[in-house]
């Protein structure tokens, strides 16, 4: 696979200039409630940073940096980060069993497994295409939910999953969006990063500990389970990777995602307390629109008639499974 159309420094130096103003922007102090134009274009930024890590992902595994080492160094740069603010703000990580559970099996399944799954697929298949695969996280949720009883059934909801996965079925579709037809089994594989997240955030209900500590701690520990996964995974899979000077392309695209990855947890905890959760979520649009975006800027990833009608499918989906009283 060949590297990028351009020399891509310039463009990372943009987006590092842009999510340095949105730190100085998160980190002020909630004096006034957040006007709604401040509100969409949090949301729009957040988006567009968890869309520029499918660019970022496949800049660096085609450059040579393996998809567990990758996942593990996006983990240890967010990780570190979190646990020093925490520290900032005098919080503390608890250590019980119930909390260890929590961090390990939130670690791997919503962070180690899927994080490498998606370095290990995009370095195939457009970017664009991965952020849009991503997205269907939400709809995979809620099925898994209702077989084990979590949720009630809904039939609208219902249809959403009908919905999402009517969306898939139209990208795998023969000549849709691959530019080869013997790419489809890393098309296929990628499915299986939403499907992760999703069983993600099912343990995350079953295991969520009972004093549920601030987010900023259960993300740095479930950060930390990642990384006490991670890193044996790499040694005994051979792929641990160390960046190391004079830093190669793959290297630099791999601190851009720990730069990037820091920058967009600042953003979304600091959303989620101005904004609340539910508004917060409607970030999973701005994922596949910047995702396409990204993958066009870097790769000159084109996107036709067929990735439209899907990506179409799959915000309809996600809408349908996303309604829900306020309350809930």
């Known amino acids: 696979m060949s590297l990028p159309r351009f020399n891509a420094v310039p463009h990372l130096g943009a987006v ?19 006007s709604p134009l401040h509100a969409a274009a949090g949301i729009i930024c957040l988006g567009s940073l968890w869309g520029l ?5 496949k800049l660096a595994t085609s450059a040579g940096v393996p998809p567990v080492s990758y996942s593990l160094w996006q983990s240890t740069g967010a990780g570190a980060l979190l646990l020093a603010l925490a520290a900032w703000r005098g919080l503390s990580l608890g250590y019980g069993w119930e909390h260890l559970r929590f961090y390990l099996a939130m670690g791997i399944f919503s962070i180690a497994l899927p994080n490498a799954n998606m370095a290990f697929c995009v370095k195939h298949i457009p970017a664009g295409l991965m952020s849009l695969l991503v997205n269907l996280s939400p709809v995979v949720t809620y099925a898994i939910a209702v077989v084990i009883r979590l949720e009630a059934f809904s039939m609208p909801r219902a249809l959403g999953i009908l919905v999402g996965l009517g969306g898939v079925v139209v990208l795998v579709s023969p000549g849709v969006a691959l530019p080869s037809p013997d790419l489809l089994p890393w098309l296929l594989q990628a499915i299986l990063t939403p499907v992760l997240y999703a069983t993600g955030n099912v343990i995350g209900v079953k295991l969520r500990p009972t004093d549920r500590n601030a987010p900023i701690l259960m993300a740095a520990g479930m950060l930390g389970g ?8 790499a040694g005994a899979l051979d792929q641990l990777y160390v960046p190391w000077p004079p ?14 990855s820091v920058c967009s947890y600042i953003l979304y905890f600091d959303l989620l307390r101005r904004v609340g959760a539910v508004f917060v979520s409607q970030a999973s649009y701005a994922v596949a629109l910047s995702g396409l975006f990204w993958g066009w800027l870097f790769f000159g990833e ?9 990506a179409s499918l799959i915000f309809a989906g996600l809408y349908l499974v996303n309604r829900r009283p306020p309350a809930a």
């Open 16 to 34: 590092f200039a842009g999510t340095a103003a949105h730190i100085c922007y998160a980190g002020r102090p909630m004096t006034a409630p957040t």
């Open 302 to 310: 084109t996107v036709g008639l067929g990735v439209i009608v899907s």
């Open 247 to 260: 830093l190669l392309p793959g290297e630099w695209a791999l601190i851009a995602v720990m730069f990037v």
């Open 226 to 233: 990642a990384i006490s996964f991670l890193l044996p995974a």
């Open 53 to 57: 890590m499918m660019s970022l992902a």
